[in-house]
T-cell receptor, first 114, second 116 residues
Framework: GEDVEQSLFLSVREGDSSVINCTYTDSSSTYLYWYKQEPGAGLQLLTYIFSNMDMKQDQRLTVLLNKKDKHLSLRIADTQTGDSAIYFCAESRMIKAAGNKLTFGGGTRVLVKP | GAVVSQHPSWVICKSGTSVKIECRSLDFQATTMFWYRQFPKQSLMLMATSNEGSKATYEQGVEKDKFLINHASLTLSTLTVTSAHPEDSSFYIC????????????FGSGTQLSVL
């Protein structure tokens, strides 16, 4: 079955870059996602990448995908205290008549220190 | 991005009562919505896939008679936790897909259910 792994915790100083890593096992993944969750809130879609791409940049966010190694990373440039949250990596498979089915990693808690 | 509204944000109920949670896509139509459950400090667990106009597809181990899902329109799916018990206390989150290939999945703000 599908499995998505993330490191549990990342501490970073304000202004530095953060890199959150994720590995997955499903080679038939269609899209890979990064979501942000703040305490008591739902998930905010940060960015996603199609599985045949290897990089996507969106303002402070850079996603790198190594499909051969099944490794996904999210780099946040100039990390701010407001970036403190839990970040979930997810991979999707297209299920006929059901759309994209997501499998989530366990989440990485990012703490930004002033 | 697209907006998914979930209501209520939190609910406290007595054991044995039923609770209904609504999930609406506000500015797009969603033929498919997903319901997740999240325990404290854990990841999201997919409970079921809700398809407009047809029966929901439940993940293994999720009781369909316990968690009733209705997707009556292209913008509304409901999850009813029937005869709730304290072990049903959890954070429930819905999502809906958008985009030309349904590649964008947007989430509601979640519902914290506490069963006394």
């Amino acid at each position: 079955g599908e499995d998505v792994e993330q490191s549990l915790f990342l501490s970073v100083r304000e202004g530095d870059s953060s890199v959150i890593n994720c590995t997955y096992t499903d080679s038939s993944s269609t899209y890979l996602y990064w979501y942000k969750q703040e305490p008591g809130a739902g998930l905010q879609l940060l960015t996603y990448i199609f599985s045949n791409m290897d990089m996507k940049q969106d303002q402070r966010l850079t996603v790198l995908l190594n499909k051969k190694d099944k490794h996904l990373s999210l780099r946040i440039a100039d990390t701010q205290t407001g970036d403190s949250a839990i970040y979930f990596c997810a991979e999707s498979r297209m299920i006929k008549a059901a759309g994209n089915k997501l499998t989530f990693g366990g989440g990485t808690r990012v703490l930004v220190k002033p | 991005g697209a907006v998914v509204s979930q209501h209520p944000s939190w609910v406290i109920c007595k054991s044995g009562t039923s609770v209904k949670i609504e999930c609406r896509s506000l500015d797009f139509q969603a033929t498919t919505m997903f319901w997740y459950r999240q325990f404290p400090k854990q990841s999201l667990m997919l409970m079921a896939t809700s398809n407009e106009g047809s029966k929901a597809t439940y993940e293994q181990g999720v009781e369909k008679d316990k968690f009733l899902i209705n997707h009556a329109s292209l913008t509304l799916s409901t999850l009813t936790v029937t005869s709730a018990h304290p072990e049903d206390s959890s954070f429930y989150i819905c999502s809906a897909s958008s985009g030309t290939a349904n590649e964008k999945l947007f989430f509601g703000s979640g519902t914290q259910l506490s069963v006394l």
